[in-house]
């Protein structure tokens, strides 16, 4: 042997014992975390129309396929404390969790198909973990954003045997503000559309403590609503101040808080909201209406026609009907629903306002020119609603096209009228929240058009 031999072997550096045995935890806690994601089933791809009677007509198989796709985002999942709620799930791949916005929306759906106890328990669990100043979750779940989006890269399908618990902010690490009015909304549908006394009396004072937490987020003596950058649905857009859209949502809590009032006997209640809902509606039109335009702008800072705000303003009554003709004249001009009702904003926003990880992912236009069907929905709604039945019936009918198309209700889609995808994204499908909101469009739809098609 020679000497630069046993040199180097009298010499060579050792592994502590204590860190050897950590690098082996590691390799043993990294190897059996994939394990574990890797034995997770994978997902199952949700198309309906083979199952589907071939002899029905596209818009009674499209009205199939949403209500399907709702009922599926419906779940038993486990409470911390181990019991079980019938729960509904924002989506089965990126989303299969409760999100307060997302059920807030699709709970008008939900109460069309009758499915009282999913939305009953939904509520009772976002209750549960209400905080004391009024917050809701924006979201109850069980697995953390980057678990997530690993099980949807591998395919695999989200766990949903774990407990599920609260989260109070979003990814952006800012609240929720229309998350917590939509709750309250889906409450006040509910309590409108079901006579039940224990529920109103059990959980009345905890909604007024949620709206009582959005008030507080109105800047001295102004009586709308200030948030903050990427805190409403079109999460990806830094639209800061006073917002249309998030305070229509405000007005729309008030003004259901006036009539449930009414009709469970809360007179004191039902003075007070209605002065309320007043004076909230007429500082919403001092601050966007814009006369010269026709629309609700989204802000002072942006002057563009966002079909978020506008369309509910015209299909929950705030606006005036002169203004609803407007808007829906302009969202025709601009051809907002075309090829896929509805687009969401009529320009984009310029990029220094969205967000830097959808810019980076290739989808900048996912809050702005992309269409979305539960816009379309409320457009089918706000057409409705302004007896322009034809035109409700056009947009229905690429609406249904779509869904018996793909096999299912996707949740956003490019100009050239497919389900947006990039190499990192690909459209939630089924999106509970467009096919709650779809399933309640059609109804309206045949409402209005007295049961006769």
Not at 109 to 115: C, K, R, V
Request: charged share 20%; with cysteine; glycine share 8%.
């Amino acid at each position: 042997m020679s000497k630069l031999t046993q040199l180097y072997k009298t010499t060579k550096p050792r592994i502590p014992l204590f860190v050897a045995f950590l690098l082996g935890a590691l390799s043993w806690y990294v190897l059996s975390y994939w394990r574990r994601l890797l034995g997770l089933p994978p997902i199952v791809r949700t198309r309906l129309e083979g199952r589907i009677d071939a002899n029905l007509s596209r818009s009674e198989k499209a009205i199939q396929i949403a209500s399907a796709n709702l009922r599926a985002g419906i779940e038993k999942r486990y409470m911390p404390d181990g019991r079980q709620k019938r729960v509904l799930c924002a989506g089965m791949r990126n989303f299969r969790e409760p999100w307060a916005r997302d059920f807030g929306f699709a709970s008008f759906g939900l109460i069309e198909l009758n499915e009282i106890q999913a939305t009953r328990e939904t509520l009772e669990v976002f209750l549960q973990h209400q905080t004391a100043d009024g917050q809701f979750p924006v979201k109850i779940h069980a697995t953390n954003m980057f678990e997530r989006y690993i099980i949807s890269l591998l395919g695999r399908q989200q766990p949903i045997d774990l407990p599920i618990r609260p989260k109070y902010t979003t990814a952006h690490n800012t609240v929720s503000l229309d998350g917590n009015a939509l709750l309250i909304i889906a409450a006040l549908l509910y309590l409108s559309k079901i006579d039940d006394v224990p529920f109103f009396q059990a959980h009345w004072q905890a909604f007024k403590n949620g709206l009582t937490w959005l008030e507080g987020h109105a800047l001295g003596d102004d009586e709308l609503l200030h948030q903050g950058a990427y805190t409403d649905w079109a999460d990806s857009v830094s639209r800061v101040g006073r917002v249309l859209y998030t305070n229509v949502l405000y007005w729309k809590a008030l003004h259901d808080f006036a009539n449930v009032a009414k009709k469970y006997g809360s007179e004191e209640d039902v003075a007070d909201f209605s002065a309320r809902a007043s004076r909230v509606k007429e500082v919403i039109n001092n601050e966007f209406w814009r006369e010269d335009l026709g629309y609700f702008v989204t802000s002072m800072e942006f002057e563009l026609l966002n079909s978020d705000g506008n369309l509910l303003a015209v299909a929950w009554g705030l606006a005036t009907a002169r203004q609803s003709h407007a808007i829906l004249d302009n969202l025709r001009r601009m051809a907002m629903a075309d090829p896929v009702p509805t687009q969401v904003t009529d320009r984009i926003y310029g990029s220094k306002y969205i967000a830097i990880e959808n810019r980076l992912g290739g989808i900048p236009h996912y809050h702005t020119l992309a269409a979305w069907l539960w816009l379309g929905g409320w457009h089918v709604v706000a057409l409705t609603r302004m007896g322009r039945l034809s035109e409700a019936r056009e947009l229905l009918n690429r609406i249904d096209q779509l869904i018996v198309r793909d096999g299912v209700v996707h949740e956003v889609f490019d100009s050239d009228g497919r389900p947006l995808k990039s190499f990192w994204y690909s459209s939630e499908a089924p999106l509970t929240w467009s096919a709650g909101v779809i399933v309640y469009a059609h109804s309206c739809y045949q409402r209005g058009l007295g049961g006769q098609d």
